[in-house]
């Protein structure tokens, strides 16, 4: 069977998605993978990752993180695949598959509806409002609809409306590379991400300005990249908390699991529905650590940290609140050695081969 992915980027480039698409092709002999995906290079060509054949198109510009090639309808056509697996929000890419099923294209459709499009500006509502036209027919004429959570199902106006053909499927985690070690470096507190607004990063710089009042050992390691590192290292500089907040900036998938061995609290501070799932969090939990996450509503980030079993869930966008929990967590090892073994327990049931077997079976 030829199952064909539809995804804005493909590895090396580093996110959910990508990692999400990446886990499902590589453990699967049965079925011909073939992704489709943009990239910065200046041609069209295909590549190899293992068996998968992957085809990049020249991305020709970017708008709000959506990346927009050429068309791409007579490739699916020549390339007549069984499946068409689509990763929304991808507005470019959800019209490209649109039109080939309008013109008659083969194949069935399975949609992994990743997240909706936050209203962070008039711009997103209008682009919202031009997606009722495109990907609401597309969902109605696809197969199958898989949501990462039910509580993305239930406050998702795209996925309620094609209710009756979404299948829960979480995002799995790799459970023997991400494990405990049983080595930790006291005080030491992680968040893992992409440096973007919707991370909401400002309020764990102004949660650490709270906790350096009353406890002076510890310290915060931000891992990732992106458009919000310049705002916040300025910002933790005129807070003069250089000596508790370290930028890491980014690392590679090796490195990756130190930073979660060598931690005793991981934190992710989001504050929109763009955090669907936080697969960071559930690598943290995996790898046997308790998580502070925060309560946003209709996300599936506290459904996946359960407040008082694996971790501690505080509400968005209070520092304080934030604070709080991090002293209770840094305070209190028995706390903390329990919610993490409970964390790497729910994690086991995330596993990418369970996840997998699950996704493919939908095929």
Known sequence: MKVVHLTKYFYPYKGGIEKYVMEIVKRSKKHQFIVIASSDDKRIHFNRFGRVKVLKLPRLWTVFHAPFTLPFVSVLRKLNPDIIHLHVPNPWFEFNLLVYKLLGGKGRVVVTYHSDIINYTPFHLLLNISRIFLLIPLLIISDVVIA???????????????????RVIPIGVDEKRFKPTGRENEGEILFVGRLFPYKGLEYLVLAVGYVSREKKNFVVKIVGEGKERSKLEKMVKDMSLEKWIKFEGGVDEEEITRYYNSCCIFVLPSI????????????????????????????????????????LVVPPRDPERLAKAILNLLGNNVMRKKMGKNARKKALSFSWETIAKKTIKVY
Request: glycine share 10%; aromatic share 6%; charged share 20%.
């Open 148 to 166: 990462t959570s039910k509580n993305y199902v239930q406050s998702s106006i795209f996925l309620r409306s094609v209710r009756k053909k979404v």
């Open 272 to 311: 929109h529905r763009s955090e669907a799932f936080g697969i960071a969090q559930l690598e943290a939990m995996s790898s046997g650590k308790p998580v502070i996450s925060t309560r946003i509503k209709g996300s599936g980030v506290p459904w996946v940290n359960q407040d008082g079993v694996t971790g």
